[in-house]
Nanobody, 123 residues
Framework: QVQLVESGGGLVQAGGSLRLSCAAS????????MGWFRQAPGKEREFVAA????????YYAGSAKGRFTISRDNAGNTAHLQMTSLKPEDTAVYYC????????????????WGQGTQVTVSS
């Protein structure tokens, strides 16, 4: 079992930055791939970024590439999403997710989800 709690969301102006954190509990965190997803009102949940259990492999959605950076600290049981050059279209609830096994960008392959943290980018 892995329990996930996100933090770090908030209101920021366009062009600003935010760092989201995901605190994980459970002994399997270091064996879990981690992902960040987001869901805007009226839209489906979409992939943002993912990182392998070792941190050696990362995937990014096209909208995130070059602006967002995913990282993890297995000793601290945390994962992070550093977001820069934020745009109003980045406004959404951001979720972290975990799965035992290999990295993936598919929502349905993740077993554990946090409750989400709101990110609002004003123009």
């Amino acid at each position: 079992q892995v329990q996930l709690v996100e933090s770090g969301g908030g209101l920021v102006q366009a062009g600003g930055s935010l760092r989201l954190s995901c605190a994980a509990s459970g002994r399997t965190f270091s064996n879990s791939a981690m992902g960040w997803f987001r869901q805007a009102p009226g839209k489906e949940r979409e992939f943002v970024a993912a990182i392998s259990w070792s941190g050696g492999t990362t995937y990014y959605a096209g909208s995130a590439k070059g602006r967002f950076t995913i990282s993890r600290d297995n000793a601290g049981n945390t994962a992070h999403l550093q977001m820069t050059s934020l745009k109003p279209e980045d406004t959404a609830v951001y979720y972290c997710a975990a799965r035992l096994g290999h990295i993936t960008l598919w929502t349905y392959e993740y077993d554990y989800w946090g409750q989400g943290t709101q990110v609002t980018v004003s123009s």
